[in-house]
């Protein structure tokens, strides 16, 4: 069965470091998204993107973040100058077009620790 | 703007009793309404979904989840849970038109023998 993966599973990294979380979607979704869960808390939405462009971002999403689909099967997510509040588990998913967009599949995340 | 609430953090059960998680959204129309599970260490799998139609819906392992839009609620049911059914238990929610999913605070399901 296809599935969404994500590398690292876990980043350490100081803080105004740059990071680069890595996915690989499964590979005929169109729809695409990172959310993050901070430690005991809900998981929440980050970011939205399709046809090679941002489609939605919440007020997370500020511009410390940016996303990237540099080829056919990658899909990053970067922040610029990490903060320690930036420490969470990334989720990347993605969705299939039409109808079954809003079906989002979800990969096993990475852990984002700023130190 | 769409809200979900698990109303149960933590829930114990025996192995072979049935299992019942609640989830209650509130939300203007007609939502799209989804339950995941995530295992330690794990990403989030999705169990079921409900968009439109029949309001008792399917899932994997054998759970199952009824929309009730008269009390808002969106509750997950199964039958005879087994120790592999020990995870943390997610209700979402979507809207025609916005990608964005919003989730509850999640029920932690625990089975004891």
């Known amino acids: 069965e296809p599935e969404v993966t994500q590398t690292p599973s876990h980043q350490v990294t100081q803080m105004g470091q740059e990071v680069i979380l890595r996915c690989v979607p499964i590979?005929?979704?169109?729809?695409f998204y990172w959310y993050r869960q901070i430690l005991g808390q809900k998981v929440e939405f980050l970011v939205s993107f399709y046809n090679n462009e941002i489609s939605e971002k919440s007020e997370i999403f500020d511009d410390q973040f940016s996303v990237e689909r540099p080829d056919g099967s990658n899909f990053t997510l970067k922040i610029r100058s990490t903060k320690l509040e930036d420490s969470a588990m990334y989720f990347c998913?993605?969705?299939?077009?039409?109808?079954?967009?809003?079906?989002?599949?979800f990969g096993p995340g990475t852990r984002l620790t700023v130190t | 703007a769409q809200s979900v609430t698990q109303p149960d953090i933590h829930i114990t059960v025996s192995e072979g009793a049935s299992l019942e998680l609640r989830c209650n959204y509130s939300?203007?129309?007609?939502?799209?309404l989804f339950w995941y599970v995530q295992s330690p260490g794990q990403g989030l799998q999705l169990l079921l979904k409900y968009f439109s139609g029949d309001t008792l819906v399917q899932g994997i392992k054998g759970f199952e989840a009824e929309f009730k839009r008269s009390q808002s609620s969106f509750n997950l049911r199964k039958p005879s849970v087994h120790w592999s059914d020990a995870a943390e238990y997610f209700c979402?929610?979507?809207?025609?038109?916005?990608?964005?999913?919003?989730f509850g605070t999640g029920t932690r399901l625990t089975i004891i023998p």
């Open positions: 979402a929610v979507g809207e025609f038109g916005n990608e964005k999913l919003t």
């Open positions: 590979s005929n979704h169109l729809y």
């Open positions: 998913a993605s969705s299939e077009p039409g109808l079954r967009r809003y079906e989002q599949y």
């Open positions: 939300y203007g129309a007609t939502p799209y």
